[in-house]
Structure formats: C-alpha cells, structure tokens
C-alpha cells in the first residue's frame, strides 16, 4: 500500500472529522462531497475491519 498523503485529523464534541490541509484539490474536495452524498442516502460499503488489514504490523 502506497501512503499519498498525510493529514491531521481530529473529532470534535459531535464525532464528526476535522481536518485543515494546505492545498487540497478541487477534486478531492468533490470526491469527499459525494462521499458524504451517499454516506446520507445509505449507499455505503459494508464496515472496513481494520485490525484485518493492519494485523500485520502489529
């Protein structure tokens, strides 16, 4: 897996995700708008078991 880029990201009070990048492109910020469209219409992948996925660096 190649790490592209690199965020800070915090939860506020309501859980909900923060984060201030320097530079963020235009299409990431569509992407991450129609992501949030389909998160609110229910059209979500099914939940991501992470400690599967990083298992092998613990």
């Given at each position: 897996?190649?790490?592209?880029n690199s965020y800070t990201?915090?939860?506020?009070?309501?859980?909900?995700?923060?984060?201030?990048p320097k530079g963020i492109?235009?299409?990431?910020?569509?992407?991450?708008?129609?992501?949030?469209?389909?998160?609110?219409?229910?059209?979500?992948?099914?939940?991501?078991?992470?400690?599967?996925?990083?298992?092998?660096?613990?």
């Amino acid at each position: 897996m190649q790490l592209i880029n690199s965020y800070t990201v915090h939860t506020d009070s309501k859980k909900r995700i923060t984060f201030k990048p320097k530079g963020i492109s235009n299409k990431a910020l569509k992407a991450m708008d129609e992501s949030i469209a389909n998160f609110e219409k229910g059209k979500v992948s099914v939940p991501v078991d992470f400690y599967q996925i990083f298992k092998i660096f613990i």
